[in-house]
C-alpha cells in the first residue's frame, strides 16, 4: 500500500474526467474548509489539492489510493501539457514548490487567505466586459515593478472597487520578480501580514471572486421524528445545498452545543457544525438579507461522556449532512447496508437527538462517576451516520440490526458482546469509527511504535469481538508500516492474541504471517535471552499452531541454507 506524506507532492488521477495525471499536493483533513469536509464520499479516503495557476478550495479532491502516484516532473510531454488547459502552469508550479521546499502549512495558508487575494468586482457595473479594462488589469499584473498602491488592509490583496466605468481600479502589483511569487509569502513585510500575502505569478490572470450568494429557504413540511427516507450521498462537485430548518416542541430558546467528540483533523463527512435557530414555526422564511450567525466548536480530546455535566444537558444544535445510503469498505461495498435516515437542523437534547447513537460499554460497575448512573454502564455517543450501514452490526443469521430506536427519537447500539469490552478498549475503536484511524498516524520511532503496539492490542481485541473486519485489515496495513520498528516483546505478546482469536479473517492470516516471520528470523535471539527465553518457550507450548508456524517457517530457512548437494541428498533420501 503506497503511503504519502502530508505536504508532499504526487500525481492525481481524477476519476471520470479523461485528464491526464495532475500534480497536487497530498493534504490533511484539516487543510479543508468544513463544508467540503462534509461531501467526502464511502471509500475516499486520502484529500489532495490540486495546483493551478490561482489556487482556490475548488481545487481540492477526494481520492482513492489507486488515483495517487508518486510525483515525475516528466510525466507529461510537451504534447499533453499543451492539449490539456492549465497542466503546464500545475507542473510551472510544482517545479517551483519542489525547489523551494515548502511545507504543508504553505498550502493551507494560502487556501485560508484565498478570499482575502481575490480580485473583487461590483458585481452591478458591466467593467468585467470591458476588454480595455480587462486588459490594463492583466498588463499590471504582469509588471513585477514594485508600485506605491493606496492604503490597503493587507499588501499582497488585489482590489478593482468600481462604481462607474469612470472610476479608476486600484491593483498592487508584485514586488518579486519570481516565477512563484503567488506561493511563497515576501519575507520583508512584518509577521502579521507575511502569513496572508499572497500574490501573482507573471503567468497569472485575475479572477472575479465568485459573487456571495444569499439563499432563501423554502417553506419546508413538518418532519416526522422519526426519519425513515434514505439520503443521497453527498456530491464532490461542491458543498451541500443549505439544509431546512426545524425545531422540535417544547424547547423555546436556541443555543450551541461543544461536541465532546470534535477531532483536530475531520475525516467524516457527518461534522457536527453548530447554527443558532431562532424561528418560532417550522416554515419560518428568513428576513431578506438576514446574515446566518454560527458559533464556533471548541474541540476536545475524544473519550466518555462525563456525568458529572448534569443528566439534563443543555439543548444542542447538530446539523446532520447526507450520509452515503451505500457504505462501501475498500472495494467491497455493502449490498445489504440500510439507507441513511435524512436529518437536517434539529435543536435537541443531546441525549434524545436522532443524529448521535448511543453505546453502552463494559460490564455493569457501581460508584462509578464515570459510567451512567442508570445503565451502571460507560456510555459513548458516536455520530449515526459513523456506525450506519456496517455490516458487522448486523446479526449474521437474522440480518437484524444491532441499531434498535429506543423511545420516540434516539438510537442505541444494542451487540451482544459490548458488555466483554472494556471501556479503554472501546475508545479506540470508537475513535476509528469516526476517523478512519487511531493512535499515532505514521509511528516512525520506537517510542510511538510500542505505543502502536499497545492500541492495537486493544483494539484487535475489540475487534475480535465485534468481527470489524475493516478494522483488522487497517490494524494489519499500520504494524506492516511500522516493522522497521517492532521489538521482541510486543511482537510475542501481539502473537498471543492474535494466535488465540476466536474467529478467523483474512486479516487473521496475514497478521499470523508477519508475526511468525519475524519470531522465526529472531528465533534464536529469543532462547538466547535469559529474560525472555523461559517465557518464549512456555507460549508456543500453549500455542501450537504458533509453534507450528514458527518451526515450518524455520525449516524453509534452514533448506534454502543448505548447499545443493547436501539438499538434493536429503530429498532422495
Same mark, same amino acid.
Given at each position: 500500500?503506497?503511503?504519502?506524506?502530508?505536504?508532499?507532492?504526487?500525481?492525481?488521477?481524477?476519476?471520470?474526467?479523461?485528464?491526464?495525471?495532475?500534480?497536487?499536493?497530498?493534504?490533511?483533513?484539516?487543510?479543508?474548509?468544513?463544508?467540503?469536509?462534509?461531501?467526502?464520499?464511502?471509500?475516499?479516503?486520502?484529500?489532495?489539492?490540486?495546483?493551478?495557476?490561482?489556487?482556490?478550495?475548488?481545487?481540492?479532491?477526494?481520492?482513492?489510493?489507486? *488515483?495517487?502516484?508518486?510525483?515525475?516532473?516528466?510525466?507529461?510531454?510537451?504534447?499533453?501539457?499543451?492539449?490539456?488547459?492549465?497542466?503546464?502552469?500545475?507542473?510551472?508550479?510544482?517545479? @517551483?514548490?519542489?525547489?523551494?521546499?515548502?511545507?504543508?502549512?504553505?498550502?493551507?495558508?494560502?487556501?485560508?487567505?484565498?478570499?482575502?487575494?481575490?480580485?473583487?468586482?461590483?458585481?452591478?457595473?458591466?467593467?468585467?466586459? !470591458?476588454? *480595455?479594462?480587462?486588459?490594463?488589469?492583466?498588463?499590471?499584473?504582469?509588471?513585477? #515593478?514594485? #508600485?506605491?498602491?493606496?492604503?490597503?488592509?493587507?499588501?499582497?490583496?488585489?482590489?478593482?472597487?468600481?462604481? &462607474?466605468?469612470?472610476?479608476?481600479?486600484?491593483? #498592487?502589483?508584485?514586488?518579486?520578480?519570481?516565477?512563484?511569487?503567488?506561493?511563497?509569502? *515576501?519575507?520583508?513585510?512584518?509577521?502579521?501580514?507575511?502569513?496572508?500575502?499572497?500574490?501573482?505569478?507573471?503567468?497569472?490572470?485575475?479572477?472575479?471572486?465568485?459573487?456571495?450568494?444569499?439563499?432563501?429557504?423554502?417553506?419546508?413540511?413538518?418532519?416526522?421524528?422519526?426519519?425513515?427516507?434514505?439520503?443521497?450521498?453527498?456530491?464532490?462537485?461542491?458543498?451541500?445545498?443549505?439544509?431546512?430548518?426545524?425545531?422540535?416542541?417544547?424547547?423555546?430558546?436556541?443555543?450551541?452545543?461543544?461536541?465532546?467528540?470534535?477531532?483536530?483533523?475531520?475525516?467524516? !463527512?457527518?461534522?457536527?457544525?453548530?447554527?443558532?435557530?431562532?424561528?418560532?414555526?417550522?416554515?419560518?422564511?428568513?428576513?431578506?438579507?438576514?446574515?446566518?450567525?454560527?458559533?464556533?466548536?471548541?474541540?476536545?480530546?475524544?473519550?466518555?461522556?462525563?456525568?458529572? @455535566?448534569?443528566?439534563?444537558?443543555?439543548?444542542?444544535?447538530?446539523?446532520?449532512?447526507?450520509?452515503?445510503?451505500?457504505?462501501?469498505?475498500?472495494?467491497?461495498?455493502?449490498?445489504?447496508?440500510?439507507?441513511?435516515?435524512?436529518?437536517?437542523?434539529?435543536?435537541?437534547?443531546?441525549?434524545?437527538?436522532?443524529?448521535?447513537?448511543?453505546?453502552?460499554?463494559?460490564?455493569?460497575?457501581? *460508584?462509578?462517576?464515570?459510567?451512567?448512573?442508570?445503565?451502571?454502564?460507560?456510555?459513548?455517543?458516536?455520530?449515526?451516520?459513523?456506525?450506519?450501514?456496517?455490516?458487522?452490526?448486523?446479526?449474521?443469521?437474522?440480518?437484524?440490526?444491532?441499531?434498535?430506536?429506543?423511545?420516540?427519537?434516539?438510537?442505541?447500539?444494542?451487540?451482544?458482546?459490548?458488555?466483554?469490552?472494556?471501556?479503554?478498549?472501546?475508545?479506540?475503536?470508537?475513535?476509528?469509527?469516526?476517523?478512519?484511524?487511531?493512535?499515532?498516524?505514521?509511528? #516512525?520511532?520506537?517510542?510511538?511504535?510500542?505505543?502502536?503496539?499497545?492500541?492495537?492490542?486493544?483494539?484487535?481485541?475489540?475487534?475480535?469481538?465485534?468481527?470489524?473486519?475493516?478494522?483488522?485489515?487497517?490494524?494489519?496495513?499500520?504494524?506492516?508500516?511500522?516493522?522497521?520498528?517492532?521489538?521482541?516483546? &510486543?511482537?510475542?505478546?501481539?502473537?498471543?492474541?492474535?494466535?488465540?482469536?476466536?474467529?478467523?479473517?483474512?486479516?487473521?492470516?496475514?497478521?499470523?504471517?508477519?508475526?511468525?516471520?519475524?519470531?522465526?528470523?529472531?528465533?534464536?535471539?529469543?532462547?538466547?535471552?535469559?529474560?525472555?527465553?523461559?517465557?518464549?518457550?512456555?507460549?508456543?507450548?500453549?500455542?501450537?499452531?504458533?509453534?507450528?508456524?514458527?518451526?515450518?517457517?524455520?525449516?524453509?530457512?534452514?533448506?534454502?541454507?543448505?548447499?545443493?548437494?547436501?539438499?538434493?541428498?536429503?530429498?532422495?533420501?
Amino acid at each position: 500500500m503506497t503511503s504519502f506524506i502530508p505536504g508532499s507532492l504526487v500525481l492525481y488521477r481524477e476519476p471520470g474526467s479523461g485528464l491526464p495525471l495532475w500534480p497536487s499536493i497530498y493534504c490533511t483533513f484539516d487543510v479543508a474548509p468544513k463544508a467540503f469536509l462534509r461531501t467526502r464520499p464511502s471509500g475516499y479516503v486520502s484529500l489532495v489539492l490540486k495546483l493551478a495557476g490561482m489556487l482556490s478550495t475548488s481545487q481540492l479532491r477526494w481520492a482513492t489510493t489507486t *488515483d495517487l502516484h508518486h510525483f515525475d516532473p516528466f510525466a507529461a510531454d510537451e504534447e499533453t501539457k499543451r492539449s490539456s488547459p492549465g497542466l503546464a502552469d500545475a507542473y510551472t508550479v510544482a517545479l @517551483e514548490a519542489l525547489e523551494s521546499g515548502l511545507d504543508l502549512g504553505h498550502w493551507k495558508a494560502a487556501l485560508e487567505s484565498q478570499d482575502d487575494s481575490a480580485i473583487v468586482i461590483d458585481s452591478d457595473d458591466d467593467l468585467d466586459s !470591458n476588454e *480595455d479594462m480587462r486588459l490594463a488589469m492583466e498588463m499590471s499584473i504582469a509588471d513585477l #515593478q514594485p #508600485q506605491r498602491a493606496s492604503i490597503m488592509p493587507r499588501p499582497a490583496v488585489f482590489q478593482a472597487k468600481c462604481s &462607474n466605468a469612470s472610476q479608476s481600479s486600484f491593483v #498592487q502589483a508584485p514586488e518579486r520578480s519570481r516565477l512563484f511569487p503567488s506561493l511563497i509569502p *515576501d519575507q520583508r513585510q512584518p509577521l502579521s501580514l507575511r502569513r496572508h500575502a499572497q500574490t501573482f505569478s507573471r503567468f497569472l490572470k485575475p479572477t472575479p471572486s465568485p459573487p456571495r450568494r444569499t439563499t432563501s429557504f423554502a417553506l419546508s413540511p413538518r418532519l416526522s421524528k422519526r426519519p425513515g427516507s434514505p439520503s443521497p450521498a453527498s456530491s464532490d462537485d461542491g458543498p451541500p445545498s443549505p439544509p431546512r430548518r426545524r425545531k422540535l416542541s417544547g424547547s423555546g430558546r436556541s443555543s450551541t452545543r461543544t461536541d465532546s467528540y470534535s477531532f483536530s483533523s475531520q475525516s467524516s !463527512n457527518c461534522i457536527p457544525s453548530p447554527t443558532l435557530l431562532s424561528s418560532e414555526d417550522d416554515s419560518l422564511l428568513p428576513l431578506p438579507g438576514q446574515k446566518k450567525r454560527t458559533a464556533a466548536i471548541k474541540p476536545k480530546s475524544f473519550g466518555r461522556v462525563a456525568e458529572n @455535566e448534569g443528566q439534563h444537558r443543555k439543548s444542542s444544535l447538530v446539523r446532520q449532512d447526507s450520509c452515503a445510503s451505500e457504505i462501501h469498505f475498500g472495494d467491497r461495498p455493502n449490498a445489504s447496508a440500510a439507507a441513511v435516515p435524512n436529518e437536517d437542523v434539529i435543536e435537541e437534547d443531546l441525549e434524545e437527538s436522532s443524529q448521535f447513537v448511543q453505546v453502552f460499554v463494559g460490564p455493569k460497575v457501581e *460508584d462509578d462517576p464515570e459510567a451512567d448512573p442508570e445503565r451502571k454502564q460507560h456510555r459513548f455517543q458516536l455520530m449515526r451516520c459513523h456506525v450506519w450501514g456496517r455490516p458487522y452490526f448486523r446479526n449474521t443469521l437474522s440480518a437484524h440490526s444491532y441499531l434498535t430506536p429506543v423511545g420516540e427519537n434516539t438510537w442505541e447500539l444494542q451487540h451482544p458482546r459490548l458488555p466483554d469490552i472494556l471501556p479503554e478498549d472501546f475508545r479506540i475503536v470508537a475513535e476509528f469509527l469516526s476517523d478512519g484511524d487511531f493512535g499515532h498516524r505514521q509511528p #516512525q520511532d520506537e517510542e510511538k511504535v510500542a505505543e502502536t503496539f499497545a492500541q492495537s492490542i486493544s483494539a484487535w481485541k475489540t475487534a475480535d469481538l465485534l468481527s470489524m473486519d475493516d478494522l483488522l485489515d487497517h490494524i494489519v496495513e499500520k504494524m506492516r508500516k511500522a516493522q522497521p520498528w517492532w521489538d521482541m516483546v &510486543n511482537v510475542m505478546a501481539f502473537a498471543c492474541i492474535v494466535y488465540q482469536s476466536e474467529i478467523s479473517l483474512q486479516a487473521h492470516d496475514e497478521m499470523k504471517a508477519l508475526l511468525s516471520d519475524y519470531i522465526a528470523d529472531v528465533f534464536y535471539v529469543y532462547i538466547g535471552d535469559d529474560h525472555l527465553s523461559g517465557h518464549f518457550t512456555a507460549r508456543l507450548q500453549q500455542l501450537p499452531e504458533l509453534g507450528r508456524d514458527v518451526f515450518t517457517k524455520m525449516a524453509a530457512q534452514s533448506s534454502r541454507r543448505l548447499p545443493p548437494q547436501e539438499e538434493a541428498a536429503l530429498q532422495s533420501g
